[in-house]
Nanobody, 124 residues
Framework: QVQVVESGGGLVQAGGSLRLSCTASGLTFADYNMGWFRQAPGKEREGVSCISWSGSSTYYADSVKGRFTISRDNAKNTLYLQMNSLKPEDTAMYYC?????????????????WGQGTQVTVSS
C-alpha cells in the first residue's frame, strides 16, 4: 500500500523560512517524478515545483522562483521543499505527489499518489 506523508508546515512570519518534507513508502520512489502543489481556500490548485526522478531537473512556478528550492533523496524516499522569503500569499495546504511528468511551469502531470497535505500559514 502506497503512503505519502508530508510534514514541516506551520505558522511563520512574512520573510521567514520553512522546510517541508515528504516521505513515500510502498512504491519505487526513484521511478517517479515528484512535486509539490498547493491549494488555498477558495482558490484553484497551483503547481509549485517539480523534480525529475534523478533530481537532475527542477521546475518552479513563477510565483516561487528564486525563493523555493526542491530536492530529493532517493536513498531515503524523501522529497523536500525549502521555502525562503515567505509571503502571506504562500499560505495554503501543501501537498506532495508522485507523477509521471513534470511540466516546465512547475506543475505535475498524471499524479499517481499524493498525501494529506501540510498547512503553511504566513502572517503579515
Amino acid at each position: 500500500q502506497v503512503q505519502v506523508v508530508e510534514s514541516g508546515g506551520g505558522l511563520v512570519q512574512a520573510g521567514g523560512s520553512l522546510r517541508l518534507s515528504c516521505t513515500a513508502s510502498g512504491l519505487t520512489f526513484a521511478d517517479y517524478n515528484m512535486g509539490w502543489f498547493r491549494q488555498a481556500p477558495g482558490k484553484e490548485r497551483e503547481g509549485v515545483s517539480c523534480i525529475s526522478w534523478s533530481g537532475s531537473s527542477t521546475y518552479y512556478a513563477d510565483s516561487v522562483k528564486g525563493r523555493f528550492t526542491i530536492s530529493r533523496d532517493n536513498a531515503k524516499n524523501t522529497l523536500y521543499l525549502q521555502m525562503n522569503s515567505l509571503k502571506p500569499e504562500d499560505t495554503a495546504m501543501y501537498y506532495c505527489a508522485a507523477a509521471s511528468l513534470c511540466r516546465p511551469s512547475g506543475s505535475l502531470s498524471d499524479e499517481r499518489y499524493w498525501g494529506q497535505g501540510t498547512q503553511v500559514t504566513v502572517s503579515s
